[in-house]
């Protein structure tokens, strides 16, 4: 193991029901596409001279990034631990919270604590590993949250806890 692979804290295991679900599918379907990418590759190497052949050259590489992801999903899978209720103080920020903050310019935003398979920033969906998340672990709604980011430090309030989807 390289030295930066050993730096690199590891990530959380926790991960919603649909998030899980979500990464049952996409095996499944990741499965029917390497299908279909070896028998274009087949095909592709009966054409002759592989060096100078693009769709072979192609395929190649699709193939080892498809094969890089299943054994991503078979070895992170098994190791997931699913999250399917909410806490029993639901008035705390923990992992599957909906919350909406309040910045210094009193700009708001809403998101919801996830795993880190699962994070998606365009759909709302911020890893428990990020800095503002930990940072707002534990704390409920009027709390003031103050995150180090590269610029300085940035402030945030609490408006809104929720463990129900809006």
């Known amino acids: 193991m390289s ?10 295991p ?24 070896t028998r ?20 190649k590489k699709e193939l080892r990034e498809i094969d890089w992801r299943i054994r991503y999903l078979q070895k992170r899978m098994p190791d997931l631990r699913i999250v399917d209720s909410a806490p029993t103080d639901r008035a705390r920020i923990f992992f599957g919270a909906w919350v909406t903050l309040s910045d210094e310019q009193d700009v708001d935003m809403a998101f919801r ?11 709302g969906l911020v890893s428990m590993d990020a800095p503002l998340a930990r940072a707002m672990m534990g ?10 980011a590269p610029g300085g430090q940035k402030r945030y309030w609490i408006l809104e806890v929720s463990y129900d989807s809006p």
């Not at 030295?3 to 959380?12: F, G, L, N, T």
């Open 40 to 59: 274009a590759l087949s095909a592709a190497a009966a054409e002759g001279d592989r060096s100078e052949n693009a769709e072979y050259i192609y395929r």
């Open 3 to 12: 030295a930066a692979h050993a730096s690199k804290p590891a990530k959380s």
């Open 139 to 148: 704390r409920s709604v009027d709390d003031e949250v103050v995150v180090q």
């Open 113 to 123: 604590i996830v795993g880190p398979d699962e994070l998606d920033p365009k759909r």
């Open 14 to 37: 926790y991960i919603t029901a649909e998030g899980y679900r979500v990464l049952e599918g996409e095996t499944k379907a990741i499965w029917k596409r390497r299908a279909e990418v």
